[in-house]
């Protein structure tokens, strides 16, 4: 239903739908206007708490020239024309298929090049992530009713298909595993995961070099962060009315493939993200410093 409605928004109806969905959940979110000769002065947005300007760009047709002429002009606007009112520069944006190279190249550049401010793209997951924190009415005002029956979607974030299918293609069944880190496995067993799915975890924890290995070959400085923060903000939302934590895990699982089956090595390499996470502590609940299971300490004592 999002993808829907974010494909028929181009130019000024995407940025009235940007500022709608701003304001339902930040009182202190800004919706600039152009005001004659002095225009937005490079602004879209302005969020107070946070400092962060938002400069919204989602043409018709993606032309990347155009993407990098407008980002450099509402950068340079910004920083001329809004010196102290900014520390966070978000380019906010309509591609289906994620960032553009090109714009992941300049996000790159401009972070070299004014190390005092933030970078970060703001595209079709984060909208997900924004009406996930919503009451179901007030999503129904931004796209309609909920479908009667349930529907069967097949890849929920589309911005990790290129990761999956990297996955797909490097992770090998026979290859020597390495050893799982005590850590991850220290952190199981407070989450109080039940055997048979610590037994997957095990499994797919071998294989997170292949994830680390993905990101390091990305031209988005940013994107590692931003995917983190998408799975830490959707766990923390169904942590608030689950407690079983192979629940949780499952619908996260849900949430990277969607609610259809799949084929076993699509399922496994889902899991093989989670658990990259799971080692990095961005999702589930860490062990406080000297916490020990119960059957080490009837050894211990």
Same mark, same amino acid.
């Given at each position: 239903m999002l993808n829907?409605?974010?494909?028929e928004l181009h130019g000024e109806g995407f940025e009235d739908f940007f500022h709608?969905?701003?304001?339902?959940?930040?009182?202190?979110?800004?919706?600039?206007?152009?005001?004659?000769?002095l225009g937005d002065q490079g602004a879209d947005g302005l969020l107070l708490i946070g400092k962060k300007l938002y400069a919204c760009y989602a043409p018709q047709t993606v032309v990347p020239s155009k993407i990098a002429r407008k980002f450099r002009t509402d950068l340079a606007k910004a920083i001329a024309k809004r010196d102290g009112e900014f520390g966070t520069f978000?380019?906010?944006?309509? $591609?289906?298929?994620?960032?553009?190279?090109?714009?992941?190249?300049?996000l790159a550049t401009a972070r070299d090049d004014h190390p005092e401010l933030f970078f970060e793209n703001f595209g079709r997951r984060h909208f997900y992530t924004e009406l996930c924190r919503m009451e179901k009415w007030q999503v129904e005002d931004f796209l309609g009713p909920f479908p009667a029956k349930p529907v069967?979607?097949?890849?929920?974030?589309?911005?990790?298909?290129p990761l999956l299918d990297h996955l797909a293609e490097y992770r090998r069944p026979l290859?020597?595993?390495?050893?799982?880190?005590?850590?991850?496995?220290?952190?199981?067993?407070?989450?109080?995961?039940?055997? $048979? &799915?610590?037994?997957?975890?095990?499994?797919?924890?071998?294989?997170?070099?292949?994830?680390?290995?993905?990101?390091?070959?990305?031209? @988005?400085?940013?994107?590692? @962060?931003?995917?983190?923060?998408?799975?830490?903000?959707?766990?923390?939302? &169904?942590?608030?009315?689950?407690? $079983?934590?192979?629940? &949780?895990?499952?619908?996260?699982?849900?949430?990277?493939?969607?609610?259809?089956?799949q084929q076993s090595p699509m399922e496994l390499n889902a899991l093989v993200v989670l658990m990259y996470f799971f080692g990095e502590c961005e999702i589930f609940k860490v062990p406080p410093t000297g916490w020990v299971p119960e059957a080490e300490m009837g050894v211990t004592t």
């Open positions: 829907a409605k974010l494909d709608e969905v701003m304001h339902v959940l930040n009182p202190g979110f800004l919706n600039v206007r152009t005001a004659g000769r978000v380019f906010v944006h309509n $591609d289906r298929r994620g960032i553009h190279p090109e714009l992941a190249s300049l069967v979607v097949s890849v929920v974030l589309e911005e990790l298909i290859e020597d595993l390495p050893a799982i880190p005590r850590p991850p496995l220290k952190k199981m067993e407070y989450n109080g995961f039940s055997w $048979d &799915i610590q037994h997957r975890m095990k499994l797919a924890l071998s294989y997170v070099n292949h994830v680390e290995d993905y990101y390091r070959s990305r031209l @988005d400085p940013n994107e590692r @962060d931003e995917v983190a923060a998408g799975f830490r903000e959707h766990y923390e939302m &169904i942590a608030q009315t689950c407690e $079983d934590s192979d629940d &949780i895990l499952w619908r996260l699982e849900r949430h990277v493939l969607g609610n259809a089956s």
